[in-house]
């Protein structure tokens, strides 16, 4: 007689809009649950047939019927195994984010996502109604509810399904990385678990999409609030887990070691990256290699990504580049092995300077000669990205970019911008974590202060004020949405908090020019950054 329930977590990385693929992974992933592990139950992630989030796909009438074709042959093929999915729900009142458990032909329960996210870089509200009921199955005689993703973060779903007799609560989701989001994840299943003395199965996407990264940390929490199980972090699983029938709660736990802060930035923007390029089927990728910071990182994580082979390093020297700083980028090129070239940016620069003499000989050099520089740099990156066939990063990170320290057309030229949301203090601590792995990233290009190079001994902070104090200002602005005054108040010049709030607001019309990046902040400069370019509104 059975004594246990073996239940899969199945941690995949699908790609939005390929119905057909993410229907046979599913299909595929039944069958290895149900013969090799000998499972009884497998749940898929939030939306797990269309991928997520497939945006204004939802809008058109013949993907929400692809996906429900789609559905209907997983009900039919899928035999002899319980299967948590996620799909669009078409009803006549409306669209919902549905889950169904089928099992044998049949589909035991629907249930709607009740909570709609509709913030930061959610629009759930823009496509779907809202559900408004908690059911209760029986698999293998264990009471069991289903929540999607944002329900387990209200108080209602939770409490529906403990007041009809729930015990074991399956959740599939959808939920993006950012900074310090397991730990939030892990404290609210926690609360509900031991509220509601309820055992949770939480299931997670991973995977690239655009600019969101899914991490997976698909999880086991005990009606104890104890995490006893854990898929790991950015890469797919199949995690078999067996819950007790008479206690429910899982069996044979294990102790998981969960990455560091900086380890799972940088797997994030690793896995960012990677599936930003397999999903758009590019060849490989390039960058210009100038000797500092954020393109050293830029090559190691793009070769953490891709593998060297698929790599493309680009030196391009000018009147103003030092030799120490040729030096290190041919050295870590020689480090990672990567194809390169180094080609000189000075007959460009200098017959455009001939070409503008005219006009500009009454008028005093300025900015303007530095960003012809950059923009010359970006012609050579953009016409060796053309002529290869190779996705162009851009090498900026997110300090820079909040104050329109970059050049529009120059150094922000590119379709993949991988620091774009790293601050300027994260990007040396991602540094020292991966040299910690292998000593790739040259010390001097660590320690020495950053610069341009677009003039003679320039320096960042001859414009900007120290990047620890930046990137506090930034920190408490954008990511706590803390106002000047409140700034302020903690001890920081309040000169320099509005000079800095006014280069962000200034730089916006940058910004909507940008590449996109992969998101790591709760307030990011991509889909859940929308301010108007017209506003005088600075508090």
């Known amino acids: ?37 000998h499972a009884d139950v497998i749940i898929f992630p939030e939306l797990s047939l269309t991928g997520y989030p497939p945006e204004d796909l939802l809008l058109r009438k013949n993907f929400i019927q692809t996906a429900e074709a789609a559905r209907q042959k997983l009900i039919r093929e899928v035999k002899n195994i319980y299967c948590l999915i996620g799909h669009p729900h078409a009803k006549e009142h409306g669209l919902f984010n549905t889950c169904s458990l089928i099992h044998n032909g049949r589909v035991l329960q629907h249930y709607a996502k009740q909570c709609l996210p509709n913030y930061g870089v959610f629009d759930e509200g823009r496509y779907f109604n809202a559900g408004d009921d908690v059911q ?25 399904a403990a007041a009809k007799g729930a015990r074991l609560m399956l959740i599939p989701n959808a939920s ?3 900074m310090d989001k397991h730990e939030q994840r ?6 509900r678990a031991t509220h509601d003395h309820l055992s949770l199965v939480y299931v997670n996407n991973v995977g690239g999409q655009d600019e969101l990264v899914f991490d997976g940390g698909s999880m086991v929490v005990d009606h104890t609030g104890q995490m006893t199980h854990c898929a790991g972090f950015f890469q797919e699983c199949l995690l078999p887990v067996d819950i007790d029938l008479h206690t429910i709660q899982a069996k044979n736990a294990i102790a998981t070691a969960i990455p560091t802060r900086e380890e799972r930035a940088y797997q994030a923007l690793v896995l960012g990256l990677r599936d930003y ?22 090559l190691a994580i793009a070769v953490d990504a891709l593998g060297k082979d698929r790599v493309h390093a680009v030196i391009m020297p000018s009147r103003y580049t030092t030799d120490m700083s040729i030096e290190d980028a041919e050295l870590m090129i020689e480090t990672l092995q990567v194809t390169a070239d180094n080609i000189s940016i000075e007959p460009v620069y200098q017959s455009m300077l001939t070409s503008l003499a005219p006009i500009f000989a009454d008028k005093k050099v300025d900015v303007t000669e530095e960003n012809i520089q950059a923009r010359c740099r970006a012609i ?38 991988v620091l774009k949301d790293v601050p300027k203090t994260l990007v040396y601590q991602l540094a020292h974590y991966r040299n910690q792995i292998q000593a790739i990233i040259p010390t001097r290009i660590i320690e020495r202060p950053p610069t341009a190079e677009l003039a003679p001994n320039q320096k960042d902070e001859d414009s900007l004020p120290p990047y620890i104090l930046l990137d ?68």
Not at 136 to 160: F, G, K, M, Y
Not at 186 to 191: D, G, H, M, N, R
Request: proline share 3%; charged share 25%; aromatic share 8%.
């Open 1 to 37: 007689m059975k004594n246990s329930l073996r239940v899969v977590l199945a941690q995949l990385n699908f790609l939005v809009g390929d119905i057909d693929g993410n229907l046979e992974k599913h299909i595929k992933a039944a069958e290895i649950a149900r013969d090799k592990h």
């Open 277 to 298: 390029v397999e999903k758009n089927h590019f060849s490989g990728v390039l960058l210009g290699l100038s000797g500092g910071i954020d393109s050293a990182l830029t």
């Open 380 to 417: 050579i990156l953009m016409a060796l990205s053309n002529k290869l066939g190779k996705l162009l990063l851009t090498t900026g990170n997110r300090s820079e970019l909040a104050v329109g320290y970059c050049t529009l057309y120059g150094d922000m030229a590119g379709g993949f911008a």
């Open 176 to 178: 993006p990385f950012e």
């Open 472 to 539: 506090r200002i930034l920190e408490e602005y954008l990511n706590h949405g803390k106002s000047i005054d409140e700034i302020a108040m903690q001890g920081i010049d309040r000169e320099l908090v509005n000079r800095i709030i006014d280069l962000i607001h200034k730089n916006e019309y940058k910004r909507r020019q940008a590449a996109i990046g992969p998101h790591l902040n709760h307030k990011s400069f991509g889909r859940d950054w929308r301010y108007p370019l017209s506003n005088s509104f600075k508090g």
């Open 136 to 160: 209760v199955s029986l698999i293998h005689h264990i009471p069991t509810s289903i929540v999607i993703c944002e329900d387990i973060w209200r108080l209602n779903p939770a409490r529906q």
């Open 186 to 191: 892990f404290s609210v299943l926690t609360k």
